[in-house]
């Protein structure tokens, strides 16, 4: 079986379950996991910052990082095509009381003239996002996603995220980062991850996407943050006990599967290059900077073709009623990669 349909799918190697396995353990709720603390201190030490908390999920992370930097009736500004709005199942609205004001990125990168676009809507005079006027709601965050998943592992550059920062400080609000993958956009940048969380209040990761941990994310940030968004961690229901069992392998991955994520890149890419040579596929490989791919279909629907190819145990996701979706990952190699675009000419032409 060859999995596309998403980095997530990854299952846990043998070392890996060693090193669960092998894990000491004690009450996290307590501050007494061993295996936790290791693991929050290496992310923060890996993000420069200077706590870190272990979450079951990325969705309760982004939603507790969401919860810390507002008060009901506050505004955050996000992209429209940002997982905290578009699949967190309404989060912001039922467990933080906020309204999100939507930006019009590309590929969920936007600038300081896309984010003064929805400033001006409100505030036609000025710039200043946090008016005293009480008619308006409080502007408190601005969220990004690096690399953005809806935008197809889109890469923020460098000088887009100082820019965004530059207008956020400007206007007194806080920075989060939805870096689920942000392991990925620092592999195609070849930065350091730091070079990136340096200008975020507040960063989420995942360990369990292409790092290949089973369960577990993290929130990155200040000690006072961390402190207060404990609370509302175990408000969430998201204090977990004896976690360094599943935490063991988050800090497997951190250490061992970080740094193969070029692969999955490089994969990719090929993967991109011969899907622009099938007839009945429109894909530009110069849009694929990450894991993520997304080709158009003009001969057959997106389910038919998912249909058919899983026929052949290889599986991908319909994106849109003529868009297909993959994701490189973990488990599949390089050598699949030809076996997957045999497999694509058959089901088109068959
Ligand atoms: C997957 C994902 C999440 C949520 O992670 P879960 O652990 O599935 O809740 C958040 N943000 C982005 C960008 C993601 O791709």
Excluded at 104 to 123: D, L, N, Q
Excluded at 136 to 164: D, F, H, I, Q, Y
Excluded at 197 to 204: E, G
Aim: aromatic residues 6%; hydrophobic residues 40%; contains cysteine.
């Amino acid at each position: 079986m060859i999995d596309l349909r998403s980095d997530t799918v990854t299952i846990p190697t043998a070392e890996m379950r060693e090193a669960m396995g092998q894990a000491t353990v004690g009450d996290d709720v307590y501050g007494e996991d061993p295996t936790v603390n290791a693991l929050e201190e290496r992310v923060a030490e890996i993000l420069g910052k200077e706590a870190a908390m272990y979450m079951p999920s990325g969705t309760m992370t982004n939603q507790v990082a969401v919860r810390t930097h507002t008060e009901p009736g506050d505004e955050i500004l996000i992209d429209e095509n940002s997982h905290i709005y578009f699949y967190e199942a309404g989060g912001t609205a039922a467990l933080s009381g906020v309204i999100c004001s939507l930006i019009s990125g590309e590929r969920g990168v936007f600038g300081s003239k896309e984010m003064e676009a929805v400033i001006s809507e409100k505030e036609p005079h000025t710039t200043i996002m946090r008016p005293v006027d009480l008619h308006l709601p409080r502007s408190k965050l601005v969220c990004l996603e690096n690399t953005n998943n809806r935008g197809g592992g889109k890469v923020w550059p460098l000088e887009k995220l100082a820019e965004v920062e530059k207008t956020a400080r400007a206007n007194d609000l806080k920075m989060h980062l939805d870096g689920a993958r942000i392991w990925n956009a620092a592999a195609a940048l070849k930065v350091h991850e730091t070079e990136i969380a340096r200008y975020f209040d507040s960063i989420s990761v995942c360990f369990s996407k292409g790092l290949g941990a089973p369960v577990g994310s993290a929130l990155v940030g200040s000690d006072d943050f961390i402190m207060e968004a404990r609370r509302f961690r175990k408000q969430f229901g998201g204090g977990m006990r004896q976690a360094g069992i599943i935490a063991a392998g988050a800090l497997y991955a951190l250490e061992n599967n970080r740094i193969r994520l070029s692969e999955d890149h490089a994969n990719a890419k090929s993967f991109a290059n011969g899907l622009a040579e099938i007839k009945g596929i429109e894909i530009n490989p110069e849009d694929v900077e990450t894991n993520i791919l997304i080709f158009s279909l003009t001969d057959m629907s997106s389910h038919e073709f998912s249909q058919r190819l899983s026929e052949q145990d290889t599986h991908m996701l319909p994106w849109d009623n003529t868009s297909i979706r993959a994701v490189t990952n973990l488990m599949v190699s390089e050598k699949q990669i030809p076996e997957v675009l045999e497999q694509i000419r058959k089901t088109l032409s068959g």
